[in-house]
């Protein structure tokens, strides 16, 4: 069990650029989420997968973001189109079942938006 | 929907004496309860949660909370804390079918020696 891991740590760009995040989960975990978490703020639920199913998107998410699972491994979170609002850190977690269940977070990606 | 309220953003308290962080939800239906915690540069980890049976839950690191329908908290509670106590910590709301976590805005638990 080597925990989630996420990258890059820090990601600065400008604004009207292109971002996109990487989340590794627990091999064995079939659920993997992605939450984000701006200053004095608990996480935000953005989005969740079940394997390579992305089953529920937060109206957060809003059309300039992405999210993938291709094979029910790995995660990409892309951003397109970057705004100073999406400021903030990203959060990657993963468990083995649902509701109840422990999830296990990464360290997260800290995006500042120039 | 599910909401939740941490009624303290900071909470200062000297080493070795005991501390209550407070957390109230809203819910219409039953629901799971957590509290994770989240040390400098590290990710959230879970120190406790409540499902179902006895209202009294016993967390890592001498941590325990208790659930009180009623009043509709999950306040956490430690008897003696120490310098490496010192974190955020977010209470946490689902309910029963649902996959995504609803937290509250966090505590700030800073111990002075």
């Known amino acids: 069990d080597t925990g989630v891991s996420q990258n890059p740590r820090h990601k600065i760009t400008k604004r009207g650029q292109n971002v996109t995040f990487r989340c590794d989960p627990i091999s064995e975990h079939n659920r993997l989420y992605w939450y984000r978490q701006t200053l004095g703020q608990g996480p935000e639920f953005l989005t969740y997968f079940q394997n390579e199913a992305q089953l529920e998107k937060s109206r957060l998410l809003s059309d300039r973001f992405s999210a993938e699972r291709p094979k029910g491994s790995f995660s990409t979170l892309e951003i397109q189109r970057t705004e100073q609002g999406d400021s903030a850190m990203y959060l990657c977690a993963s468990s083995l079942r649902g509701a109840g269940e422990k999830l296990f977070f990464g360290s997260g990606t800290q995006l500042s938006v120039l | 929907a599910q909401s939740v309220t941490q009624l303290d953003s900071q909470v200062p308290v000297f080493e070795e004496a005991p501390v209550e962080l407070r957390c109230n939800y809203s819910?219409?239906?039953?629901?799971?309860l957590f509290w994770y915690v989240q040390y400098p540069n590290q990710g959230l980890q879970l120190l406790l949660k409540?499902?179902?049976?006895?209202?009294l839950v016993k967390g890592i690191n001498g941590f325990e909370a208790e659930f009180n329908k009623s009043q509709t908290s999950f306040h956490l509670r430690k008897p003696s804390v120490h310098i490496s106590d010192t974190a955020e910590y977010f209470c946490?709301?689902?309910?029963?079918?649902?996959?995504?976590?609803?937290f509250g805005q966090g505590t700030r638990l800073t111990i002075n020696p």
């Open positions: 819910s219409s239906v039953s629901v799971y």
């Open positions: 409540y499902l179902s049976g006895s209202t």
């Open positions: 946490a709301v689902t309910v029963q079918g649902a996959q995504k976590l609803v």
